[in-house]
């Protein structure tokens, strides 16, 4: 079964961090970017971030530009989400999304070939 499945997530403190990760299963990243989305209660779902491939290229949002980091590690079919200094507005559920094309944080949703469940994060005192 192919699919993609994010972990990390949890309740966190304003200023505090997290590594989100995502890991495929029944197929190999290689050949995938990878975006991470988020969507906060009542809100539409909007890209955070994403990686190329080979883990040259990236994109940011604004909102979390300087403060996120992707990154990708093929030998062990995981990218990663290291999300820092978080603030209230980042609670969200995360998700990861594979697509064969190339991507950056406007990427249609449609374009992504499969989808993980989800990873909650909560940042509140």
């Known amino acids: 079964q192919l699919q993609l499945v994010e972990s990390g997530g949890g309740l966190v403190q304003p200023g505090g961090s997290l590594r989100l990760s995502c890991a495929a299963s029944?197929?190999?990243?290689?050949?995938?970017?990878i975006g991470w989305f988020r969507q906060a209660p009542g809100k539409e779902r909007e890209g955070v971030s994403c990686?190329?491939?080979?883990?040259?290229?990236?994109d940011y949002a604004d909102s979390v530009k300087g403060r996120f980091t992707i990154s990708r590690d093929n030998a062990k079919n995981m990218v990663y989400l290291q999300t820092n200094s978080l603030k209230p507005e980042d609670t969200a559920v995360y998700y990861c999304?594979?697509?064969?094309?190339?991507?950056?944080?406007?990427?249609?949703?449609?374009?992504?070939?499969?989808w993980g469940q989800g990873t909650q994060v909560t940042v509140s005192s």
């Open positions: 029944g197929f190999t990243l290689d050949y995938y970017a």
């Open positions: 999304a594979a697509t064969m094309g190339p991507c950056t944080v406007y990427t249609p949703e449609s374009v992504y070939n499969y």
């Open positions: 990686i190329s491939r080979s883990g040259s290229s990236t």
